[in-house]
């Protein structure tokens, strides 16, 4: 069976919680990533998506330059371990209507697990490598 730890995103992109929002979405732009996870108290606490600025700040709804990370992310509510199988992260992805499942291992988060890792697993499984 295939674990989510050989398909997930080893580097983890966060920022702090008392960060203003426009670095949040700064840092996942200069690192091309969808999510970023947010740090408060020396943990993991929260995530903000490119989904959860599109819907709250494009919508204008609030003002990045004026807002903290902490107000536009989501708590980290659903998390998966290395060990668990794809079969179980998509479970997670479809059940929950999420993109990014935060991976842990004995307890720590050391990676992330997205739709676009799960749209990889898939090509790579049916030997389609030339996307």
């Given amino acids: 069976m295939n674990k989510v730890g050989e398909h997930m995103s080893t580097q983890i992109f ?12 700064d840092e996942m732009y200069k690192n091309k990533v969808s999510a970023i996870l947010i740090e408060g108290n020396g943990e993991y606490v929260g995530i903000i998506t490119k989904t959860d600025w599109m819907t709250l700040v494009l ?21 998966i371990d290395e060990n668990q199988t794809i079969a179980e992260a998509c479970a997670i992805i479809e059940t929950k209507k ?9 307890g720590e988060i050391v990676g992330m697990f997205s739709v676009k890792d799960l749209e990889k697993y898939y090509l790579q499984l049916h030997k389609k490598t030339d996307f």
């Fill in 59 to 79: 919508k204008g709804e609030c003002d990045p330059k004026k807002v903290k990370a902490s107000s536009l992310m989501t708590k980290i509510a659903h998390i």
């Fill in 98 to 106: 999420i993109r990014h499942v935060p991976v842990t291992r004995e």
């Fill in 14 to 25: 966060s920022i702090s919680h008392d960060k203003y929002a426009y670095e949040a979405i």
